[in-house]
């Protein structure tokens, strides 16, 4: 059984938001549904300001808090690590929301933040679905039980690690690399299209992983980790990530 | 599977949805019973999952910024659903940046023109509906064809311009020419390249021969500074640039990176070092910069070359004889005699000194051998002196051994270069004019007085100077931070300068060159054998709408900010019909309101597929395929120099009456009056275009194996590498199919790598010597100091006390993504704009005018007045406010218009309509304006 895990090396992350983007694409996300986020913070005085950011997924935690918390266990972990929610169970009570630590769960019913029309609006589907894209993904693609496509009303969603495309890959796959041919499908979207190549997907259970290889050699870390919930998502901070560090003055 | 109630899980959920229980669901009113429950799938996706999804990959190139990026579109039963780079792409790599993934969206906007219109409501304004009419195909084209023959009939076809904007090569822009040629209009391509960054062409054309973008060598690059560049946000190629951020700063060693900006983006927070310069003055610290390399002896002698006797004398403030004097050599003279007899003197007392040592040992010997004839038996006594007799006669064999090496040095140490009177003081290599430059310009630019200038500390602009100068390769590039004010091209020659000084024009790791051309067949017929009589006349031969190589702009490419002003006071004279493609000055030019009076005047057609500010004011819409229903081809944007070429393949049939621009332009030009019709029968259309040119591939195969044009729609690119030039050590090396071992010649390197009049990278631009008159009309400099890198005051557009910038994000480059609304949710994360874009202003601003973070201000000055939401930052110099140009349009879709969106305007509508006088650049970023609490 693979224990899928994602690795973020910061110090090639550029902040531009392709996984973001990218992600939104492939999971036929409303706009401003960033399953997959970035995070930026400002810190410091003019004219010695910082500004910093980091990558947002799901963290797939090994101990979630959604999962504890879910009143008709429509989230679950499965074996190979992913956390998912099966949207023919959901009610929507969003206790998962508040539950989870990293806020990277959304809900259908959110009131549209982006100015204009509500896109479910202008796209409106004509059975359950909250909505219907003219870009939609290919239909037996879609996989309620596990948290893929467009989603009914009132549930909650959330990155998936693209479980459509990782688990397509053949058993014992130690990594999914994106530019190799052989592994490019099956490879979260967000890895695929990372420019400066800042993310890596793999197999946290097998040693010879390279996600594995990484987080050792280079100072893997995993946010709040103190919350005990163990993400499956681990920073790469290279020399900068032996302080955490508390002059953040405001989140974006 | 059939649709049926049990055909899908029935969760409670569901059911108690369709009964109508849940609040939120979608029924309203009487419960409707059980057996009406709507299907999970409706009845498209059925027959999907009945048959089984096919998808499709096809290739194309991103139409998001001019990068070109290969991508692969995925379409399936008919609907694209996603693109990813394309893997075996030597630009994408497998890879996008944020703006590639949203081809599907532009694809499907709901905004999106179905098909060709009419205006039928003479009035025009930004608040009057068009109330345009849906035509035929036929019957559009026979209403522009009808003009420009009627036009043509008059005697006045120069009165018919297109504007364009992104064009992508032979098979839209590059037809446009011919037709101009052919019907008779110098307008034929009026470009947008001087609202865009025309400096940095202009700058690289004057000193290195290339007016063009560079190609840069970043992979291998150990130092890079960046100049007024989003590097990391929209300087191209973008994705490429993305790429090569991740290898640069893991690699060993690392690339050290210094990026010099008015506020603190994403670039400059990645970077080791950001300085913070005032607005316009990045010309000053780049003279600082060259000035301490000079001073300090650091630069590269290899290329620039060096001064005959190897002394320095660039000495802040001292000027420097191009030639030597009687004064030099009798200096030199007495120089070396001095030398030589410090020399002797010292070689005397060395000598001295070992004769006494000699003396010495021979002494001790002589005293032993006493010793020994008093007692011949004693062996200790003849051991010692047996030891010291062989001491000495090592030390005899030492001494000469070493007076034989030292013969033999001396014989074949090359004579000390000895100064001639009327010698050149300085034997420049690859420069031209450094001497000069030095004397007129660069003597007093000190770092102190650049702190003066540009706010920057001294001590940061000699340490940036002293790495700069010191870690190789090293890079310096600049684009519209640096260049989009009025000094714009002499800073941007101060910066490009540094490159030279430093060695790395066209070197490994460096500026790496120019982008070489691809193989392309020519056509099989020729546009001169079908112009008439009219076509021919010198009658034809009238200025440009826009000025472009009159007395008013002789140096400029295009002035497209020019053409409403110009045609509104009817001078050169008044425009009857424009054709807009992939531009929209109405908002995008400096001054846009000034483009509604012009358009009012004008019949406009506008090809855009959607419709933007342009099209509130067009007659005639032609709409344009989108980019995934056209079939296109492209040269590379500059990259890393060898021959790239892309070719865009439909993803869909076009899904609204639609016909991509350059078959318009064909089926224009065959409804001309005229041989010229015939010209464009023979044509027939631009997929006729592309197959002709994809004959070039037979000889000139890609390496990837693309030979011809199936080939190539399979691939989606062509490439062939190297790059054939390279700068090693002060030689210049021509790729011989093995290795760089071919060496050039001068003479060659002036053809084929630096083609500069005097074949050398110009400190003093002869191009520029030649206009002399028109650089002092406009900047009232001197003749003589026209020609070099110098500091220039900027001007300021506008009026007010804060200094205004508009930058691009990496969310937008190009004003494609107004209508996306996954865009806006993204578009400024640093500071926190997801619904509005906010006007970044430091807090001392902020206070002063009594402005709170969130509050709405009114940006203004005598150009005009835009509102937008202040956000407080730490990020922006106190002088200097900051808002992207992405928003603010009252056009463009349901998204883009939406009223609860800021801000109200563009901000060209605060932009004065200034231009740098030798490229003829739109100075966007040099404008100052107010800023109030509303």
Redesign the interface.
């Known amino acids: 059984m693979p224990k899928w895990g994602m690795v973020i090396d910061l110090e090639k992350c550029v902040g531009c938001q392709a996984c973001t983007v990218a992600c939104g694409m492939e999971n036929n996300r409303l706009p401003g549904e960033h399953w997959q986020d970035v995070i930026f913070f400002t810190e410091g005085e003019y004219p010695n300001t910082q500004t910093k950011w980091f990558p947002r997924p799901c963290m797939h935690c090994e101990n979630p808090s959604c999962v504890a918390v879910c009143p008709t266990r429509a989230t679950y972990k499965t074996e190979e690590g992913f956390v998912l929610v099966d949207w023919n169970r959901c009610i929507g009570c969003k206790y998962c929301m508040i539950a989870c630590p990293y806020g990277v769960r959304f809900y259908t019913e959110e009131k549209a933040a982006y100015g204009g029309p509500n896109m479910k609006e202008v796209f409106p589907a004509d059975d359950s679905h909250s909505w219907n894209p003219p870009w939609k993904m290919p239909d037996a693609r879609e996989d309620w039980k596990h948290g893929v496509g467009v989603q009914p009303h009132d549930v909650v969603s959330k990155c998936t690690f693209c479980h459509h495309r990782v688990t397509k890959a053949p058993p014992g796959t130690a990594d999914l690399d994106p530019q190799d041919p052989k592994t490019r499908e099956f490879t979260p979207a967000c890895v695929v299209t990372c420019a400066p190549g800042a993310r890596f997907f793999g197999d946290l259970s097998n040693p010879d992983s390279q996600v594995n290889k990484l987080i050792a050699n280079k100072n893997g870390v995993r946010l709040l980790d103190h919350l005990g919930n163990k993400p499956q998502v681990y920073y790469l901070t290279g020399e900068g990530g032996s302080v955490p560090s508390g002059r953040a003055l405001k989140k974006s | 599977m059939s649709d049926t109630l049990l055909s899908q899980?029935l969760?409670r959920?569901?059911f108690l949805?369709?009964t109508g229980v849940?609040a939120?669901?979608?029924s309203v009113g009487a419960l409707p019973s059980l057996f009406t429950l709507?299907?999970?799938?409706?009845a498209r996706?059925s027959a999907?999952?009945a048959a089984?999804?096919e998808?499709v990959v096809t290739k194309s190139f991103c139409h998001q910024c001019p990068a070109r990026c290969g991508i692969d579109v995925y379409t399936?039963?008919g609907?694209?659903?996603?693109?990813?780079?394309t893997?075996d792409n030597p630009l994408s790599?497998?890879?996008?940046?944020?703006?590639?993934?949203?081809a599907?969206?532009l694809?499907?906007d709901?905004d999106r023109i179905k098909g060709p219109m009419k205006r039928t409501n003479p009035k025009k304004g930004r608040h009057e509906d068009p109330k345009f009419v849906p035509i035929s195909w036929d019957e559009a084209l026979d209403i522009v064809a009808g003009r420009l023959n009627a036009l043509r009939e008059k005697g006045e076809s120069h009165r018919f311009a297109t504007l364009t904007g992104r064009g992508w090569g032979y098979t839209d822009v590059g037809l446009l020419k011919e037709f101009g040629e052919l019907y008779g209009t110098p307008n034929y391509n009026l470009g947008h390249s001087s609202m865009c960054s025309d400096a940095s062409e202009t700058v690289k054309h004057f000193m290195d021969g290339h007016h063009a973008y560079s190609a840069y060598d970043y992979p291998n690059c150990n130092y890079l500074l960046v100049f007024g560049a989003g590097f990391?946000?929209a300087f191209r190629p973008f994705?490429?640039n993305?790429?090569n951020?991740?290898?640069m700063?893991?690699k060993a060693p690392k690339t050290k990176v210094t990026v010099v900006d008015v506020h603190?983006?994403?670039t400059g927070?990645?970077a080791d070092r950001l300085l913070?310069v005032k607005p316009g003055r990045d010309g000053a610290l780049a003279l600082a910069m060259a000035h301490v390399i000079l001073t300090e002896g650091l630069w590269d002698r290899n290329f620039v070359g060096d001064f005959t006797d190897g002394v320095n004398r660039f000495k802040t403030g001292a000027e420097i004889a191009a030639v030597y004097s009687q004064e030099d050599v009798d200096a030199w003279k007495q120089a070396q005699a001095e030398a030589a007899a410090k020399k002797a003197a010292a070689a005397e007392k060395a000598a001295a000194k070992k004769a006494e040592e000699k003396a010495k040992a021979q002494a001790e010997i002589d005293a032993l051998k006493q010793k020994l004839k008093a007692a011949p038996d004693d062996a200790a006594l003849a051991k010692k002196l047996a030891d010291l007799e062989k001491k000495q006669a090592d030390a005899a064999a030492s001494e000469a051994k070493i007076k034989e090496q030292r013969a033999l040095l001396d014989k074949e140490k090359k004579p000390a270069p000895q100064p001639v009177v009327g010698a050149q003081v300085f034997n420049e290599k690859w420069t031209v004019g450094l001497i000069e430059w030095w004397n007129v310009e660069l003597k007093d630019r000190t770092p102190e007085w650049a702190e003066k200038v540009s706010g920057i500390s001294a001590k940061e602009i000699i340490a940036v100077a002293r790495e700069f100068a010191t870690t190789k390769p090293a890079v310096a590039l600049f684009e519209r931070g640096a260049s989009a004010h009025t000094n714009g091209v002499y800073n941007g020659m101060a910066i490009h300068a540094l490159n030279a000084l430093t060695g790395n024009m066209f070197a490994k790791g460096g500026l790496r060159g120019y982008q070489m051309k691809t193989a392309w067949a020519k056509l099989p017929i020729k546009h001169e054998d079908y112009m008439d009589d009219y076509a021919k006349s010198p009658e034809r031969k009238k200025p440009r709408i826009d000025m472009v190589k009159t007395e008013k702009w002789p140096l400029a490419k295009n002035m497209m900010q020019e053409i409403a002003i110009n045609h509104l006071a009817g001078a050169p004279y008044k425009l009857d019909t424009a054709m807009i493609y992939m531009t929209g000055a109405v908002f995008s030019g400096p001054d846009c309101t000034k483009w509604e009076d012009a358009w009012r005047e004008v019949f406009v057609i506008d090809t855009s597929p959607y419709p933007g500010e342009t099209h509130k004011f067009a007659d005639l819409i032609l709409p344009d395929n989108t980019y995934l229903e056209r079939l296109q081809i492209a040269d590379t944007y500059p990259y890393e120099g060898y021959p790239i070429s892309m070719i865009r393949t439909p993803a869909v049939k076009p899904i609204y009456d639609t016909k991509t621009f350059g078959d318009v332009v064909i089926e224009i030009g065959k409804r001309i009056k005229g041989p010229m019709s015939e010209y464009y029968k023979q044509v027939g259309n631009t997929e006729n275009i592309i197959k002709w040119m994809c004959e070039g591939f037979k000889d000139k195969p890609g390496d990837n194996g693309v030979v011809d044009f199936e080939t190539f729609k399979q691939k989606g690119v062509w490439y062939r590498k190297p790059y054939a030039y390279l700068q090693k050590d002060g030689v210049f090396y021509k790729w011989d199919g093995q290795g760089y071992n071919t060496v050039m010649t001068e003479e060659e390197v002036k053809v084929e790598v630096m083609p500069t009049p005097t074949g050398k990278f110009e400190l003093k631009v002869t191009e520029l010597e030649h206009h002399a008159d028109y650089v002092q009309k406009r900047f009232g400099i001197p003749p003589e100091r026209a020609p070099f890198p110098q500091w220039i005051e900027p001007k300021h557009g506008g009026d007010g006390d804060l200094h205004f910038i508009s930058p691009k994000l990496?969310?937008q480059a190009e004003g494609r993504s107004s209508n996306?609304?996954?865009?806006?949710?993204?578009i400024q994360?640093?500071?926190?704009g997801?619904?509005?874009v906010f006007l970044e202003i430091?807090?001392e601003a902020a206070a002063k005018r009594g402005i709170q973070d969130g509050d709405r201000v009114r940006i203004s000055n005598k150009i005009g007045a835009i509102e937008v939401r202040a956000r407080v930052?730490?990020?922006?110099?106190?002088d200097t406010v900051v808002l992207p140009m992405i928003h603010g349009h009252w056009a463009q879709g349901?998204?883009?218009?939406?009223k609860?969106?800021l801000p109200t305007g563009s901000t060209n509508e605060i932009t004065e309509n200034l231009s740098e006088p030798l490229s003829g650049l739109a100075c966007y970023h040099s404008g100052l304006v107010n800023v109030h609490k509303v």
């Open positions: 899980p969760s959920r569901r949805q369709a849940l939120g669901s979608a709507a299907p999970v799938r409706n996706a999907e999952a089984g999804p998808t399936t039963n609907r694209v659903h996603a693109v990813y780079g893997l790599n497998g890879k996008l940046c944020p703006k590639g993934h949203y599907q969206y694809l499907y709901p990391l946000e994705n490429a993305m790429q951020w991740g290898k700063r893991t603190l983006n994403t927070s990645a913070l990496a969310g996306l609304p996954h865009v806006t949710a993204m994360p640093v500071q926190g997801k619904h509005d430091h807090p930052t730490q990020t922006t110099r106190p349901r998204w883009a218009e939406a609860d969106r």
